[in-house]
């Protein structure tokens, strides 16, 4: 009986510490967007931003969860060209989406050296494709991946690559008809450099 209470004791005083730990902070991110679109033509990167806020929820030395909320930009350049003619022209076609994410944070040796993944779900707001031809769906979900490196102070510097899931046109490669649109699936690419500052909560 004394060692199962003895037991139950540490394991209180375990879980009590534990949960001291836990820390939450707010912040703000951004930084550079370098985005393409796969199976897009002769498409190029496309370079522009991204901006948002997160909850910083660090567990332990170790470990961190980080909800975020990013306004980011995406997109790609194409080569097109006017109709009857064979000069072409340089075309930034844009998506942009309000992003919901949470990317979990290990940190090594409980120092600021860390590797992050975790998933989004991207709401488009805007894009400049044009009506009669192209006509990109309204949500995407992607994969991130990255690492960082954190300082004392609460600047956290990272680079990330993301991966759209979703084919934007919604064909998924389904044959139409030998339309190359249906036939090619369609998916946001996104490397990511930027900085994070989190504000200290007392």
Do not use: C, W
């Amino acid at each position: 009986m004394r060692k199962l209470t003895l037991i139950a004791f540490v394991f209180f005083i375990g879980l009590t510490e534990s949960h001291a730990q836990v820390t939450v902070s707010p912040g703000i991110r951004g930084g550079l967007n370098v985005s393409n679109l796969s199976n897009f033509g002769s498409s190029d990167a496309k370079s522009d931003f991204y901006v948002g806020g997160l909850v910083a929820i660090k567990f332990n030395r170790y470990f961190t969860l980080q909800p975020e909320l990013t306004y980011t930009r995406q997109g790609a350049e194409a080569r097109e060209y006017s109709m009857g003619s064979f000069r072409s022209s340089k075309v930034k076609y844009e998506l942009n989406y309000i992003s919901l994410g949470a990317v979990a944070k290990y940190h090594f040796a409980g120092g600021g050296f860390h590797i992050l993944a975790g998933p989004s779900v991207d709401f488009k707001t805007s894009d400049n494709f044009p009506s009669y031809d192209y006509n990109p769906v309204g949500v995407d979900v992607a994969f991130v991946a990255g690492l960082g490196y954190s300082l004392p102070n609460g600047l956290t510097f990272e680079a990330r690559f993301k991966q759209g899931l979703i084919d934007i046109y919604g064909y998924d490669g389904i044959n139409n008809n030998n339309d190359n649109y249906y036939d090619n699936i369609i998916l946001n690419t996104v490397f990511q450099v930027g900085v994070t500052y989190t504000f200290k909560v007392k």
